[in-house]
């Protein structure tokens, strides 16, 4: 990257931070407002480098530069042009405009307008990473106030000169200053605008695109940027200067959950963790083979990326060289069981601002299928000859859990698999990719390896200049620093130590862990055409919006489900949680649209109830989710625990309108194999029992109805044992034939107090058995009385478990 371009990206980056010190009092226009920001307060004077940002930001409006004195091919020109598309990318007029603009305006929710949506939902003022509580966006519209902005403003010239040498090894730590001082802050606050873009995002995209019309310019030979991007934008406008770029990795599934024996829970935490660093860094080497920054990444989660790239020769060609390079170490390193496809389409700024309606969504339905096609077409006639011919060495073997050939040590692990079981997630912060292999240090791709570092550690490798450093990523913290590529939001929530027989014992009642699978509904057609709305002629479609929703999802699955799992909202079936007391339960995996998670039974059952409330806090209702819960003896197989799950999470979305929950495997695969044999035509005259519900169903009927009726009314009534308990189960089982809604009348006839009960006790027992019996009648209650019923046993230590040690 030159200086040039280096400069060009720091001063898009910057063109507006004139806003935050306009809404902090200063009197001009913001343009001017920053330009003096820089000069007087982080001292950027007069040479070349830092004339070039000066420009950007105080000639990136067209009143100022079309009488600027500034070369034809001055960089100001292409923040002009690049703001103009990010702008008209983010401005939308609103449905009831009002004239003039208001500083104190709050950023609005990025669902508003999401999904058909027409509402008014705003955040609170704040900078992000500062307090851990999750800022959901509400009704209530609180103003920014002049003192908010004067301390944003502070905290970020403060970090901006402690943590910034204005070259190319801190732009990425620039855009972590940012995000953190401006994510909550709106680009614009025109009362006749909607304000759903916030000025983070604004400004990175503005670097974005600067970026890609400089190297497009510089590929094509124009050097009048002037004629070219501000006489004759409408012409620029048409060029296809521009390549939507994505990646997805294949076989994730397979690589995570092939875990067997003990250390099993640990050694998935850091099979997960791998994947997403090993994306990470890929798409860091990528963009520095390329020469831009992460200001280009648009998307990053659960194995799947999109970025904004240059359409050029060379950009195709380092994209085809990454493509092959990367796949043929994955080969060496795990056969075939990992795969990145990669896919690009050209696109001009009139497609990323869908025009004609319906491009843009064809530009990424176009991506998508060279994705797919890469996938269908993955080896070469060289690559199929190069696999056939590996040589097994003598004393080599399949590693027991990635299935690489090669030397394994005594636990049946090849290097990467023993490293990453070793590999220190949840007590550094820092993790570093190095050139060189050290102890401990886990390969990323050809020439990399990957350390954890603690900050001292960190500190050290810089200060003593080793050579071996390549970039270093922070987790769910904002640093800055020579080449601190990202900081990475992980949902990294564990209790520390905790194994899967720890969790069983911490359980309430009986014994036994949980798995919990879920992941957001239709995210894809959500992604791609979550904002298409023909009756406002689709005037949210804009990349913009695309990238702000893609950061909103990473930030709740990856960095607030922290904060949802510390501090518990549900408490349905424990009895000793006490206030600021996380769940008993570990992440597996967070990122992008799912999680997985284990823990004490309870707890995960809770924990998922939080996760949905949270989700629904954050979205406005406009997102669902969908997930599966099985219940386990704690020698379980984890990876029989995934797939079983995997498949309650399955069926759950098979539900209309899906926003459902599936709880218990046996049921759910007594519910599919009904009707399959001879032995199971009885089944099928009994009560569907598969426990899968709408999430308000589950919660509050099956819980806050039936199961806490169940609680209440047995821990009043301690002399009814658990069996006759199960006598009704059975009864309500087999409610089909008559005989046994006879029989269930009679059991709940016998409960029935004696003469001398207190007439507390005979008006519990009658409303008890009154809403028994008409549960009794209605099939979907009946339904969940049977779940309710499982859920009560389970809390009180009574079990029925099958021989493999589901429940």
Same mark, same amino acid.
């Given at each position: 990257?030159t ?14 931070i004139?806003k935050i010190?306009?809404?902090a ?11 003096e920001?820089?000069k007087?307060?982080?001292g ?5 480098d830092?004339?070039?940002v000066?420009d ?11 009488n ?16 103009n ?11 009831e405009?009002?004239?003039?603009f ?11 307008h999401?999904?058909k ?7 609170a003022?704040a ?14 519209k ?9 301390k944003?403003?502070?905290q970020?010239?403060?970090a ?11 732009i ?17 606050t ?6 759903d ?12 695109i ?12 124009e ?14 406008y048409?060029?296809?200067?521009f ?34 660093i ?9 963009f ?14 659960g =194995?799947?990326?999109?970025?904004l ?6 950009t ?8 092959r390079?990367?796949?043929? #170490? ?7 069981s990992l795969?990145?496809?990669? =896919? ?9 601002h869908?025009e004609?309606?319906g491009?843009y969504k ?30 097994v060495?003598s ?14 040590d005594?636990?049946?692990l ?10 220190d ?23 990399r #390896? ?15 200049q080793?050579?071996s450093f390549?970039r ?7 640093y800055?620093?020579?080449d601190?590529?990202?900081?990475? #939001? ?9 194994s899967?027989n ?21 995210l ?5 055409? =979550? ?45 000793k ?9 570990s992440?597996?995996?967070?990122g ?28 406005r ?7 599966g819960i099985?219940?386990?003896s ?13 498949k ?6 098979e539900?209309? =309108? ?17 009707g399959?044999n ?11 029992t598969?426990?899968?519900?709408? #999430?308000?169903t589950f ?10 009726e ?9 002399d009814?044992?658990?069996?006759f308990?199960y ?13 046994n ?18 007439p ?11 809403k028994m019996?008409?549960?009794m009648k209605d099939e ?6 049977i ?21």
């Open positions: 990257m200086n040039e371009h280096t400069n060009l990206i720091i001063g898009s980056l910057l063109h507006d004139g010190i306009f809404r009092g200063e009197r001009k226009n913001h343009s001017e407002s920053g330009y920001y820089l007087n307060e982080l950027f004077g007069e040479s070349a830092t004339k070039t000066l950007c930001v105080l000639y990136h409006h067209s009143a100022l530069i079309k600027a004195k500034i070369a034809d091919d001055s960089m100001a020109y292409i923040t002009y042009i690049a703001d598309i990010a702008s008209a990318s983010d401005r939308r007029e609103a449905s405009p009002e004239p003039g208001d500083a104190r305006l709050p950023l609005e929710s990025i669902f508003n999401f999904k949506n027409n509402h008014k939902h705003y955040y003022p900078m992000l990473g500062r307090d851990e509580s999750i800022n959901y966006p509400s009704d209530e609180k103003p920014f106030t002049q003192e908010q902005y004067d944003i403003k502070l970020m010239t403060d901006l000169k402690r943590g910034i040498t204005w070259d190319f090894h801190y990425n730590s620039l855009l972590e200053i940012l995000e953190s001082a401006a994510a909550y802050i709106p680009s614009s025109s009362k006749k605008e909607v304000a873009i916030s000025l983070y995002d604004h400004s990175k995209l503005t670097a974005a600067s970026s890609c019309i400089y190297m497009y310019l510089q590929s094509t030979g050097h009048n940027y002037k004629e070219c991007l501000f006489k004759n934008a409408e012409e620029f048409k060029r296809d200067a390549l939507l770029f994505s990646a997805d990795i294949s076989g994730i599934q397979n690589f995570i959950y092939t875990v067997q024996g003990e250390g099993a829970l640990k050694m998935l935490r850091a099979k997960s963790f791998y994947l997403e090993f994306m990470e860094n890929m798409i860091d080497e990528l520095e083979k390329i020469g831009v920054s992460r200001a280009n990444l648009l998307y990053c989660g =194995g799947h990326m999109y970025a790239l240059p359409n050029t020769a060379e195709i060609e380092k994209i085809n060289n990454m493509h390079s990367v796949n043929k #170490w994955l080969r060496g390193r795990f056969n075939i795969y990145v496809s990669f =896919g690009y389409e050209p696109c001009s700024k009139l497609t990323l869908n004609p309606s491009s064809a530009l990424y339905s176009a991506v998508s299928k060279k994705i797919s096609e890469d996938k269908s077409h993955r080896y070469s006639a060289e690559d199929i000859i190069e696999l056939n011919s590996q040589k060495i004393g080599e073997r399949e590693c027991r859990i990635c299935k690489a050939i090669g030397p394994v005594e636990d049946g090849c290097t990467i698999c023993a490293s990453i079981k070793n590999f997630i949840l007590n550094k912060d820092f993790f570093t990719i190095v050139s060189e292999e050290l102890a401990g240090s886990i390969p990323v791709m050809e020439g #390896w990957l350390v954890a570092d603690s900050e001292k550690e960190l500190r050290t490798r810089i200060g003593n080793d050579s390549i270093a990523f922070s987790k769910n913290a904002f800055s620093g020579q601190i590529a990202s900081k990475l #939001w992980v949902g990294d929530y564990t209790i520390s130590g905790a899967m720890d969790f069983a014992k911490a359980a309430e009642g009986i014994d036994r862990v949980a798995v919990l699978r879920l992941d957001v509904d239709n894809g057609q959500a992604f791609v055409a =979550g904002f298409d709305d023909e009756a406002n002629d689709n005037r949210y479609v804009t990349l913009s919006r695309t990238a702000t929703f893609s950061r909103q999802m990473s930030i709740f699955f990856k960095y607030h489900i922290n904060h949802i799992l510390k501090n518990p909202q549900h408490d349905n079936f424990a009895n949680n006490k206030s600021g007391e996380g769940r008993n339960v992440i597996v995996y967070s992008g649209d799912d999680v997985f998670l284990v823990g004490a039974w309870n707890d995960v059952i809770d924990a998922a109830l939080d996760i949905n409330d949270s989700f629904e806090k954050f979205s209702g406009s997102l669902t989710i969908s997930g099985g219940l386990y704690a020698g379980y197989p984890i990876h029989v625990m995934a797939d079983e799950v995997g309650l999470e399955d069926f759950s979305k539900l209309e =309108g899906k926003n459902a929950v599936t709880l218990f495997y046996d049921s759910y695969k007594n519910k599919n194999d009904t399959k001879e032995k199971n035509q009885n089944d099928s005259k009994k009560t569907d598969s426990g899968r519900y709408d #999430w308000k919660a509050d009927k099956v819980i806050g109805e039936k199961y806490n169940l609680r209440v009314f047995f821990e009043s009534n301690q009814r044992g658990k069996s308990l006598r009704l189960l059975e009864l309500l089982r087999g409610r089909s034939e008559k005989i809604f006879a029989r269930y009348v009679y059991l709940l006839a016998r409960m029935e107090p004696a003469k001398e009960a207190s507390q006790e005979k008006e519990d027992y009658r409303a008890f058995t009154e019996y008409n549960w979907e209650d009946c339904r969940q009385l779940t309710a019923i499982y859920l009560y046993a389970y809390h009180t230590r009574q079990e029925e478990k099958d021989n493999a040690g589901r429940i």
